[in-house]
Nanobody, 121 residues
Framework: QLQLVESGGGLVQPGGSLRLSCAAF????????IGWFRQAPGKEREGVGC????????YYPDSKRGRFTISRDNDKNTVFLQMNSLKPEDTAVYYC??????????????WGQGTQVTVSS
């Protein structure tokens, strides 16, 4: 049983920052790549970024690079998504997901329940 729980979402003004957490239960994250995704109402799920199991590599779409940063703290069995310079278009439910290959390039088999991020003034 693999369980991921996201937290840290909430309401933030445009230009503000949020730090989301993805905590693992029932397994350790050391051998998993962790991806962050988001989905806004009426839109397809979108990749935000991913960190490999070793933490040595991170991947971001061009539209997110420079504003979003993924890191991991294996001692806390947690992966973080730091989001800066937030825009209203960033409003979405944010999910983390685990890739057992550790590569970021395979299917993500385990997903969290999501945490709502709302960017509004």
């Amino acid at each position: 049983q693999l369980q991921l729980v996201e937290s840290g979402g909430g309401l933030v003004q445009p230009g503000g920052s949020l730090r989301l957490s993805c905590a693992a239960f029932g397994f350790t994250l050391d051998n998993y790549a962790i991806g962050w995704f988001r989905q806004a109402p009426g839109k397809e799920r979108e990749g935000v970024g991913c960190i490999t199991s070793s933490g040595s590599s991170t991947y971001y779409p061009d539209s997110k690079r420079g504003r979003f940063t993924i890191s991991r703290d294996n001692d806390k069995n947690t992966v973080f998504l730091q989001m800066n310079s937030l825009k209203p278009e960033d409003t979405a439910v944010y999910y983390c997901a685990a890739d057992s290959t550790g590569s970021c390039f395979a299917d993500f088999g385990s997903w969290g329940q999501g945490t709502q991020v709302t960017v509004s003034s």
